[in-house]
């Protein structure tokens, strides 16, 4: 039996992703706006436990490319 995952988790995945790869301040914090998630009505703040693995910054590149294709769909679909 297979568990399905709402789609608006996956874009609320998608901005989890973006934020903890892309978004980590000086201070090993993300912040979390309110409304970056589904119900969440006030900001949230995480501290990176860890610092990436070596080997990172290559799965990092890739996730930023497919990232930006991501955008240019929003953007081509007006979202």
């Known amino acids: 039996m297979s568990e399905e995952i709402p789609l608006h988790r996956l874009v609320d995945l ?36 860890e610092p990436y693995p070596a080997g990172f910054e290559e799965q990092r590149n890739r996730v930023k490319a497919r990232f930006r294709v991501l955008r240019d769909v929003l953007v081509e679909l007006d979202l």
């Open 14 to 49: 998608c901005s989890l992703m973006a934020r903890s790869v892309f978004g980590v301040s000086d201070r090993n914090t993300v912040v979390f706006p309110p409304e970056t998630f589904e119900r969440q009505s006030n900001a949230m703040q995480t501290r990176q436990l």
